[in-house]
């Protein structure tokens, strides 16, 4: 149980178009849904927060009008890189939390390659 | 930033052997977690220790906590060559409501 995907697992766009990532709980209703940024060998740093039906909380940083993320249902997340460029390369991944439990299901992540 | 940090960055083992990686972490925290990410995938939850708990086992895993010096380490037994990954610590630290803040991990390669 508590499955989470993500789509696609990989992509490659060109400068200035735009991508969508979607994230999906499969097996449950995720009440928070967070969004991560991870480059090649560092660790995880949190992009913003996500609840159901209300605006993402964005970290210090992180430009809200770049990456817009949606979350219209209690089991889908997307998170839309617009107007990408090069230094927008990165592993982004997405988490669910289930109820009140502390932990954080992962998704397999996106890898993203602007050219 | 929150972030905390792991030692070692990276350990290489022996199959058998025992593998320790601490975590330090900067704030009053609810609870500390570990994960382990396998190259170019998602993280697998596999054990969270809440603060006022000092030792938590799991299987081959043992999680100690002291948050006096705001450190907790994971200590693998018996690791085998599938433990190869990367482990990452998290606390949710108060006041931050449900967000995780991710140590730097550490790189862990389990020889044959």
């Known amino acids: 149980g508590a499955v989470v995907s993500q789509h696609p697992s990989w992509v490659i766009c060109k400068s200035g178009t735009s991508v969508k990532i979607e994230c999906r709980s499969l097996?449950?209703?995720?009440?928070?849904m967070f969004w991560y940024r991870q480059f090649p060998k560092q660790s995880l740093m949190l992009m913003a927060t996500s609840n159901e039906g209300s605006k993402a909380t964005y970290e210090q940083g992180v430009e809200k009008d770049k990456f817009l993320i949606n979350h219209a249902s209690l089991t889908l997340s997307t998170l839309t890189v617009t107007s990408a460029h090069p230094e927008d390369s990165s592993f982004y991944i997405c988490?669910?939390?289930?109820?009140?439990?502390?932990?954080?299901?992962f998704g397999p992540g996106t890898r993203l390659t602007v050219t | 930033s929150q972030q905390g940090e792991e030692d070692p960055q990276a350990l290489s083992i022996q199959e058998g052997e025992n593998a320790t990686m601490n975590c330090s972490y900067k704030?009053?925290?609810?609870?500390l977690q570990w994960y382990r990410q396998n190259s170019g995938r998602g993280l697998v939850h596999l054990i969270l220790?809440?603060?006022?708990?000092r030792e938590k086992h799991s299987g081959r895993l043992r999680v100690t906590l002291d948050t006096s010096k705001k450190s907790s380490s994971l200590l693998i037994t018996a690791s085998r060559a599938a433990d190869t990954a990367s482990y990452f610590c998290?606390?949710?630290?108060?006041?931050?409501?449900?967000?995780?803040?991710f140590g730097t991990g550490t790189q862990l390669k389990v020889e044959l």
């Open positions: 704030t009053s925290i609810n609870n």
């Open positions: 998290a606390t949710a630290y108060t006041g931050g409501g449900n967000k995780l803040t």
């Open positions: 988490s669910a939390r289930l109820g009140q439990i502390y932990e954080q299901y």
């Open positions: 220790i809440r603060s006022n708990e």
């Open positions: 097996d449950f209703q995720a009440t928070t």
